[in-house]
């Protein structure tokens, strides 16, 4: 990560802590990856989704499993026959009501993923590992 980088985390850090402390909080968790950050409040079992600019709180307690999830899409014949990622994300299974979906890539906004696979996979588990 660039120092550039580096500060830009820390800056929504910052910002997720300071969410975090109005429910007296305190975030154990936190990752980033272009414009999209996680973090778990261990206090309150929250979870935390700051993407561009708005930061959006979700009670873990809420959800039974989260899941990874991609779609992938086949293009050429025979042996040019490939896979494209077109989108990747988690999925949170709700008790009641609705699921959450979150989308971490898509091609729609991004021509080739730069670390939001991984980010998703690694996050499914941290989360799953919370419920």
């Known amino acids: 990560m660039t120092a550039s980088g580096a500060k830009k985390s820390k800056k929504i850090k910052q ?69 494209i990622l077109v989108n990747c994300g988690l999925e949170l299974i709700a008790k009641s009501g609705l699921n959450l979906k979150v989308e971490c890539y898509s091609i729609t906004k991004k021509i080739q993923p730069s670390g939001e696979y991984e980010f998703a996979q690694k996050w499914s588990k941290l989360i799953q590992d919370r419920l």
């Open 15 to 83: 910002e997720i802590e300071a969410v975090a402390k109005k429910c007296y909080g305190t975030i154990v968790e936190f990752g980033r990856v272009n414009n999209l950050a996680f973090a778990i409040d261990a206090h309150n079992n929250y979870f935390y989704i700051k993407k561009e600019n708005n930061i959006k709180t979700y009670r873990l307690s809420n959800y039974t499993s989260c899941n990874y999830y991609e779609d992938r899409q086949r293009k050429g014949n025979g042996k040019n026959r490939t896979e």
